[in-house]
């Protein structure tokens, strides 16, 4: 099926989302709608889904002009969305899952669960889905879980599939996965929507490129002779340089150091399981890994947030372990934490109270118990201008920034103290590109004012872009430490996987 | 404000995903959900309460009379205004001690056993020492109200840091423990009047009564100094929330309590402080009733005002200066029930469902919202979020 959108516009008081939108997805290809945040690509796939209805414009579906009322509509035309935070039970298993709302039942309203099992074997025997019905969800990894979330649209008859973000939560691995998947389903004759600001996977997957920007198409490219820059430059506005500048680094003393540190978790079994390392001041150190194998925890147990089981971590030499969060930052450490939403800041406070988050209760942001407004008004209006917060209302919450500017923030918390020893946990994950350049530009200015940087990231182009030394984390242990310079990403995947050692 | 803002975003900006439903409803700061909501939610409530007086057999006359009473009672004499402000008293206090443990995240149900013991603490003071001063009795006494709410704050707030055991089981169960204990302690020779056989404690000296400040007016005004002390209160704790340190710690914690542990907080100790402070608030109230209005304690003297103190911080949008606004209108509302019941004889009954209503729609906004067709956050949410299928 071919699908068209004329002229889309939609307005929302004070925003205009979409303006004058027109493109087209042919069938049985893949078109990449790339953008930042706010550019307008949530609002046209809720047009698209049926859950909003633009002010002007048409869509137009194999020629035929479509009118959504409700999403039930946008369904029936054959529009299926995979979303990005997945809408599973984590308690029913697959089959239950993908059969919910649309369950073949017999008489008397009783779930036919044989019939919805095979209904679910056949369509991922058709499209090389290999899922277990019975599986339930929440035992299933996320890969799995998104191949559900696949099943559920084609069962319900999509013709054209929409994918919003959905490399965001999947290992590279899985991503590989997904890409055939999506080949799988080009092959079969489905038209695929492919929402992303990943560039490099644009180019990779996709047949056409549409690149929005403030709400408007400002250009498609071909994927077979466009650039990542060329595609960034025309996201952003502006020429973006994807390549961080820096020279080499000067390490000096040794700044952190960790010596046979292992953590538990609940049931005593090692998350950390005896880290040896070193960070020097003037150096960054990149740790790479897949989610969820113990990088989160290197950070916490740094930070003071998680309790050390065994081991010793100093800095400069000083013992650490077993210090509160509060000491350690006092002792010097800055922390750029990976869930900048839950972590790093607080939406309800004022970006004036966010800024002083971890130093409210130092001098001059507050004498005794007394906070002084002023004091703290003024270092928050000069960190927004500093670190090109926009908009640079110090007065509005937290989570009216986007992504991109929120992180900001937080780097001009963290980065405006000076210390010996910087942290970053996922400094750019889903972010935008102008903010990413900026963010990584900050990075490197700290090391060459001589800090000492832990950078964890799961993007290995993040972790190449910015590291001068390479630790591989994999089952909670440090597989390789590489020399950026003398390795490639081929072979930190591998490690990452646990495949090389 | 900025108009960069996609749709998507706004959305967040007015439902911030890092607080839970109950936070977003006692802490909302946006003027519409603070204001209009409460305001229409009182309107219809009394809308309502026509309709309830003429099912019940009146005509529409009868109930309009019936609510002319209640403004008269309420508002119409300054005795009626000092009914409506000594009834406020008690639920100024409570109210605040509810709405201070709502802005750092935790629900204090445990009011009414906190003003049970702070009561008892005060009446102690109250009636053993003699010969004292007023100046210095009446603030030992309400003083020793402080400390014994602080006290029963301080056991569900140390089982929460320590065990994680949930503050809204313990303070429930620790009501229930006050109630007893009081029944218990007025029945033995510390606290019991000499020559009863009932549970009534001893009178408080004369030293040690908060004074009706407007008695030399009229003796009836009623409305005694324990008013000062509850707005002295909300200041208080207008300042300690938005001024200082600790409130800081504690609005982050309410807000977010894995971003205030990352920013060295201590969560254990806000939960533990929260709870006594809230404790020693909801112990001023009961401390207030005794040493003002009642003169002694006699069982389940608080007459609920813990509870009500969970309404009027709700309606209050858990802001102090909201929470006084609330507890007068609770005040009057209950104030002019007297006089309804009296010379419309209107029960008093309807009273307690017209609050019920009021907190009812403050707790369900999408409903008043949907009434009066307003467009609200509320409502959109509803819609973004209905498409899951």
């Known amino acids: 099926m071919e699908l068209e959108l004329r002229g889309i516009t939609k ?258 079994r090692p998350i950390l399981d005896s880290i040896d390392m070193q960070v020097r001041s003037g150096e960054i150190v990149g740790v790479a890994g897949i989610q969820g194998n113990g990088q989160t925890e290197l950070v916490e147990v740094i930070t003071g947030l998680i309790p050390l089981a065994s081991g010793a971590i100093r800095l400069k030499g000083q013992d650490m372990a077993g210090s509160s969060p509060r000491d ?78 929120a992180q900001k923030m937080i780097v001009a918390r963290e980065f405006s103290r000076d210390v010996p020893l910087v942290l970053c946990a996922q400094p750019t994950r889903g972010i935008d590109v102008g903010s990413i350049e900026y963010i990584h530009e900050q990075i490197v200015r700290k090391r060459d004012e001589g800090v000492a940087i832990l950078v964890v990231s799961t993007e290995l182009d993040e972790i190449f872009a910015l590291a001068d030394r390479i630790l591989v984390m994999f089952d909670g242990r440090i597989v390789a430490e590489l020399n950026t310079s003398e390795t490639s990403p081929t072979e930190v995947g591998l490690y990452m996987a646990g495949q090389a050692a | ?144 109200g402080i400390v014994g709410g602080a006290i029963y704050g301080f056991i569900p707030g140390i089982l929460k840091a320590k065990t994680g055991a949930h503050e809204v089981i313990t303070t429930i169960m620790l009501n229930y423990i006050a109630l007893r204990l009081v029944d218990y302690f007025l029945k033995t020779s510390i606290f019991q009047r000499e020559g009863r056989n009932d549970p009534v404690s001893k009178n408080v000296e004369a030293t040690a009564e908060l004074p009706a400040f407007l008695s030399s007016v009229d003796p009836a005004l009623r409305v005694h100094a324990g008013l000062f002390v509850a707005l002295a209160a909300a200041f208080f704790i207008y300042w300690l929330l938005f001024r200082t340190t600790i409130g800081f710690e504690f609005r982050a914690v309410g807000a977010n309590p894995s971003a205030a542990r990352y920013a060295g907080i201590s969560v254990t100790r806000v939960y533990i402080l929260v709870m006594m402070i809230a404790g020693a608030l909801a112990g001023t109230a009961g401390a207030g009733q005794v040493l003002g209005v009642l003169g002694r304690a006699t069982p389940g003297f608080t007459a609920d005002l813990g509870f009500d103190g969970i309404a009027v911080a709700l309606l209050g949008r858990s802001n102090p200066w909201g929470v006084v606004a609330a507890a007068i209108l609770f005040g009057g509302l209950r104030a002019g029930g007297q006089q309804m019941q009296v010379s419309a004889n209107v029960g008093i009954d309807l009273i307690a469902v017209i609050q019920g209503l009021i907190i009812m729609f403050v707790a369900a906004p999408a409903l008043i919202a949907a009434i009066y067709r307003l467009k609200t956050p509320v409502a959109s949410t509803q819609i973004s979020k209905g498409w899951a299928s």
């Open chain 2, 1 to 144: 404000m900025n108009k960069n803002l996609t749709a998507e975003e706004k959305n967040e900006l007015v439902n911030p995903k890092d607080r839970g439903f109950t936070q977003r409803l006692a802490t909302a700061t946006d003027w519409r959900t603070a204001l209009l909501i409460p305001a229409l939610a009182v309107l219809t409530a009394l809308i309502i309460g026509v309709v309830i007086i003429m099912v019940t057999g009146s005509s529409f006359s009868d109930a309009m009379e019936a609510y002319k009473a209640l403004l008269q009672g309420s508002v119409g004499s300054l005795r009626a205004i000092s009914e409506t402000l000594t009834a406020a008293t008690p639920l100024i206090l409570s109210g605040l001690s509810v709405a201070l443990a709502f802005r750092a995240g935790l629900f204090n149900i445990g009011g009414e056993g906190q003003a049970l013991i702070g009561g008892m603490f005060a009446v102690w003071v109250g009636f053993s020492i003699t010969g004292l001063p007023i100046y210095v009795h009446l603030p030992l006494a309400v003083l020793a």
């Open chain 1, 328 to 405: 350690i930052h006092k002792d010097g450490v800055a922390h750029v934490p990976e869930d900048r939403n839950h972590m790093g800041m607080i939406g309800s406070f004022t970006l004036a109270e966010n800024l002083v988050l971890d130093s409210y209760y130092e001098k001059p942001f507050s004498k005794g118990i007394r906070m002084q407004r002023q004091a703290i008004d003024e270092a928050a209006r000069v960190l927004v201008k500093d670190y090109d917060v926009r908009p640079p209302h110090i007065e509005n919450t937290g989570g009216a920034l986007s992504g991109g500017n």
């Open chain 1, 11 to 268: 307005r929302f008081p004070g925003v205009l989302a979409n303006d004058d939108v027109s493109l087209t997805a042919r069938s049985g290809k893949v078109l990449a709608l790339i953008g930042e945040n706010g550019a307008g690509k949530s609002t046209l796939m809720n047009i698209l889904s049926g859950i909003y209805r633009p002010d002007s414009g048409e869509i137009i579906i194999d020629g035929k002009l479509q009118h959504f009322a409700d999403p039930g509509d946008a369904i029936k035309a054959g529009i299926g969305m995979v979303h990005q935070h997945f809408m599973l039970v984590p308690v029913f298993t697959v089959a239950e899952n993908v059969v919910l709302g649309v369950e073949p039942t017999f008489a008397g309203n009783i779930l036919n669960r044989k019939k919805a099992n095979k209904e679910v074997e056949e369509i991922s025997r058709k499209y090389g889905l290999a899922v277990d019905p019975k599986a339930l969800i929440e035992n299933l990894p996320v890969g799995l879980q998104q191949r559900v979330e696949i099943i559920k649209v084609l069962l319900r008859g999509a013709k054209i599939l929409v994918f919003d973000e959905p490399t965001a939560v999947l290992t590279p691995q899985e991503v590989t996965e997904f890409f055939g998947i999506v080949e799988e389903l080009k092959s079969r004759g489905s038209t695929i929507i492919f929402i992303t600001h990943k560039l490099k996977e644009a180019l990779a997957i996709a047949d056409d490129i549409t690149v929005l920007r403030g709400g408007k198409v400002v250009g498609n490219a071909d994927p077979k002779t466009a650039t990542q820059e060329e595609l960034a430059s025309m996201m952003v506005g502006r020429d973006i340089d994807l390549t961080v500048k820096k020279t080499k680094a000067n390490p000096g003393e040794v700044v952190l150091d960790m010596a046979g540190v292992s953590v538990m978790d609940d049931y005593g």
